[in-house]
Structures are given as structure tokens and as C-alpha cells.
């Protein structure tokens, strides 16, 4: 069904535009930035407005809010900065389905890569982390699970070998930090993620790109079939939803 195009609100407008700023270099890491009522005279915006985009640029880490003191640049990430639409996907209701297709394309390529040039180094340390993994499951520990889980598919990410597809995954990375935080509630969602943990690994290990970019593949379609039906049963807060 068609979806009517979305305009972009005042938040939005003021957010992508600083991020613009901070990404062209007018105001750098550790900059002090203007105080609110000049962006309030640059933008023709309301005081409430500009208040809640700087929210927004807070929780997006580009910026931090000192109490007293002002607002300033934190250190830039590029992948926060590659693109300024990260900020309304963040903030706004987001299709768990759009996301994880996006997640399934770009984590699979990384898979692939992983696969062609591990190192047996970096495969060791994949293995550290199936262990450690392994004890949470073993614990029921779903908490720290998550935090290996995320540490694992951010390893992978950087084993890859490819900047800009490194740079990609680090943009969602947040958001899918927070979808794996939820959707890994269950003891069986565990368990079934980390046989698929376990094969990706195996197959980086052999160098099987194909198979590693297969095994990555399901492996999302699982945990977003599953995070799906969790909020369909509202078992995950609202913002997650479709």
C-alpha cells in the first residue's frame, strides 16, 4: 500500500543541519557552541523547539549538554555524521521490518567479508566471545548476553576489512544495539541466536563466505520474525513497534 511521503519536522530540519555543521568542520570537537537564543534567531524556531533538537543531538552523542556551562561538540563520529537522517530514525517510530532488512543486508556482506579474511587471531577472539556467551546462556543471564552479542556483531563489523561498510553498520549500530537488547528477553531467543553464533564463526573459520553470509542472513530473519511477534504480543515498549 502506498505510504504518503513524510515531511520533515522542525526537529528534524534543526538537527540535520547542525549535524551538517559539525560534519563540514564550522564547529569542531570540543567547541563550545552558541548559546539558544542564537540558534533560536538562525533558525526563526521556537526556544521549546531548539531545546528538543539538542535533546536529540545529545542522544545521538554528537554533542553533550553541560548544566551551567553550555552545549558541546563531543568527539565526531563519522558514522553519526554520515548520515543526517540517523536522527529522525532514531527518534522516530521505525519499521522493526525496514531495519532489519537493512541490518540483514549490510551484516550478511560483513559476514561474507569476515569470512574471506579473518585472521586467525580474529577468529580466536570470536571464539572468546562464544564462550563467554555460551556462560550467559548456560546462566540465563540474558543482560550480559546482549552486551557479548552486541560486542560480537560490532567485531565482525570491524574484521571485515571494509571502512565504508564498517562506517554503514556503525550508523545503525545504536538502534540495532537497542533492538537486540529487547528482543533477546527470552532464554530461548538465547539459545537459538547462539547455535547461529556458533555456525558463523565455524564458517569463518573455514573461509566459507557463502556460508557465513547464509547462516548471517537467517540468523536476523529469526530474531526479527521473533521481535516482531514480541510486540504484536506487547511485550516490548511501543517505540519498537512496526
Do not use: W
Not at 538562525?42 to 542522544?59: A, C, D, N, P, W
Not at 532489519?100 to 577468529?123: F, G, N
Request: proline fraction near 3%; aromatic fraction near 8%.
Amino acid at each position: 500500500m502506498y505510504a504518503p511521503k513524510q515531511t520533515k519536522t522542525k526537529c528534524d530540519i534543526v538537527v540535520d543541519e547542525v549535524l551538517s555543521m559539525i560534519a563540514k568542520g564550522i564547529y569542531k570537537e570540543g567547541e563550545k557552541l552558541p548559546p539558544e537564543h542564537y540558534f533560536v534567531e538562525y533558525f526563526g524556531m521556537s526556544r521549546v523547539t531548539i531545546r528538543e533538537s539538542f535533546k536529540k543531538l545529545s542522544m545521538l552523542g554528537v554533542v553533550q549538554i553541560k548544566q551551567g556551562e553550555g552545549t558541546f561538540v563531543t568527539k565526531s563520529d563519522p558514522s553519526k555524521l554520515i548520515q543526517p537522517a540517523f536522527a529522525s530514525i532514531i527518534m522516530n517510530n521505525l519499521s522493526v521490518s525496514q531495519l532489519y532488512d537493512a541490518r540483514m543486508y549490510v551484516e550478511s556482506a560483513i559476514s561474507r567479508l569476515a569470512a574471506h579474511t579473518a585472521a586467525e587471531e580474529q577468529v580466536a577472539h570470536l571464539e572468546e566471545l562464544l564462550t563467554a556467551m555460551d556462560a550467559e546462556v548456560y546462566t540465563r543471564d540474558t543482560e550480559r548476553f546482549s552486551a557479548l552479542d552486541i560486542e560480537f556483531h560490532e567485531y565482525l563489523a570491524e574484521i571485515a576489512g571494509n571502512y565504508i561498510l564498517s562506517a554503514i553498520y556503525r550508523t545503525i549500530k545504536d538502534i540495532i544495539a537497542k533492538y537486540i537488547t529487547k528482543s533477546n528477553l527470552s532464554p530461548e531467543v538465547v539459545r537459538v541466536s547462539q547455535s547461529y553464533h556458533q555456525k558463523i564463526v565455524a564458517a569463518i573459520k573455514e573461509h566459507d563466505s557463502e556460508l557465513a553470509r547464509q547462516l548471517m542472513e537467517k540468523h536476523v530473519e529469526i530474531v526479527r520474525d521473533n521481535l516482531i511477534e514480541r510486540i504484536k504480543a506487547e511485550e516490548v515498549p511501543v517505540y519498537l513497534s512496526e
